[in-house]
């Protein structure tokens, strides 16, 4: 593809060259540390002159942890919690090397990897393990959470992790309800607990769909499918989650069942609104801010961005827009490295990207692709900024 010319008339005007790389992780491949220091490895090719500053990306779902920690100096720690069916399993989660911050993936205790195809049952699992993970961390005298919300086995609205922290949730007798998502239709009384930890706890929630809690876009009919429920379930499930909603907004006054994003991992955005006074972000917004990503464009000619494939599903991906908002607004130039390239220039061009490019340089299988990763990107990588930096010297 050719080179937008707005980026060789700003390379023309340029003695010292510092690019930014914000890549995303090439699925089965590279993560996206390892994305930047094949790219790095690219542009020294050309001179190592050039500054170069890595911010690997993520848009709040696999990945992310993994990249707070990069971010923060942290370490992963591990914990016993319950699984979505209530058994006992060693999830991990990360704290920043300061030990203020926390980093707690709900997949890692309530996800739906964790469970067989035929155990994918949203009436019977719960996020209790989440709960467990984060009174771990609470215990451990943390200042901030961040949790992320992406890949659940559950469609329990958050009750099970609430539980976990010492909420109750009762039937028509006042007795307490086993937090699964069957049992969300069966609450009639909420009570929180005695010790409230959510005052001096900040919690981000790094959420990457828009879904509201309930109804035809909510949690139960769009994504309960995939966890495993029946047409029956799904409607049970939902008629649950809006009595939920109902019960709380009735007993605490706040109704949160409407806000985009309430219906992400099976009503956790609404759980952690609900019961840790949570605030729901875009997960690349989340990451974006962690890392200063605006203070770090200063002075920066070229942003390279990439991922393992750019199609119409990721243009509309809040990763790829948040890195070329961000572009646009400061007048910076994109190029993305991918490894399948699948949209046509017009496309690109209104998304904000001036050149894209894929590592593929000749016929190969998918095997042979994953193995190529490292040396395609930093190929590729080179031959882009080599183009830049001998037409400006």
């Not at 003695?15 to 094949?38: H, M, N, T």
């Not at 990897?113 to 719960?126: F, H, I, N, Q, V």
Request: glycine share 10%.
């Amino acid at each position: 593809m050719l080179f937008n010319t707005v980026i060789l008339l700003i390379f023309n005007t340029i003695i010292d060259l510092k690019i930014l790389l914000a890549p995303d992780k090439f699925r089965g491949s590279l993560d996206a540390p390892q994305v930047c220091e094949a790219m790095t490895e690219g542009i020294r090719m050309v001179s190592p002159e050039i500054e170069v500053l890595s911010l690997p990306m993520a848009d709040g779902g696999e990945g992310t942890l993994e990249l707070l920690l990069w971010y923060s100096g942290g370490k992963k720690q591990t914990a016993k919690v319950q699984d979505p069916l209530g058994r006992i399993i060693d999830a991990e989660y990360g704290l920043s090397a300061d030990r203020k911050t926390a980093f707690i993936e709900m997949a890692t205790a309530s996800g739906l990897s964790l469970l067989k195809t035929e155990e994918r049952k949203p009436l019977k699992t719960s996020t209790f393990g989440t709960g467990e993970l984060i009174k771990v961390v609470l215990e451990a005298g943390i200042e901030n959470i961040i949790l992320g919300i992406g890949g659940s086995a559950t469609t329990d609205a958050g009750i099970g992790m609430a539980t976990a922290l010492g909420w109750q949730f009762l039937d028509e007798n006042g007795q307490e309800l086993s937090p699964i998502g069957e049992n969300l239709i069966k609450i009639k009384k909420v009570l929180s607990p005695v010790s409230n930890h959510r005052s001096p706890i900040s919690v981000s929630v790094a959420c990457d769909v828009n879904n509201p809690l309930f109804g035809e876009n909510g949690a139960a009919y769009i994504y309960g499918p995939q966890k495993g429920a029946d047409q029956s379930a799904v409607k049970q499930l939902d008629e649950g989650l809006q009595n939920i909603a109902k019960i709380f907004e009735r007993d605490f006054g706040k109704n949160y069942s409407l806000i985009s994003g309430t219906g992400a991992a099976g009503g956790l955005g609404f759980g952690a609104m609900a019961f840790l006074n949570a605030e729901l972000k875009d997960g690349v917004k989340l990451l974006m801010d962690f890392c200063d990503f605006d203070k770090k464009l200063k002075d920066v000619n070229l942003i390279i961005t990439g991922e393992g494939k750019i199609d119409n599903q990721t243009l509309q991906g809040k990763l790829i827009k948040g890195i070329t908002d961000r572009a646009t607004i400061a007048k910076i130039p994109l190029a993305a490295i991918c490894g399948t390239l699948d949209v046509s220039p017009k496309e690109l061009h209104e998304i904000g990207i001036n050149y894209a490019t894929s590592i593929i340089d000749r016929p190969m299988n998918l095997d042979a692709a994953l193995k190529y990763g490292y040396e395609g990107v930093r190929n590729a990588t080179f031959y882009l900024v080599n183009l830049l930096y001998k037409s400006n010297v």
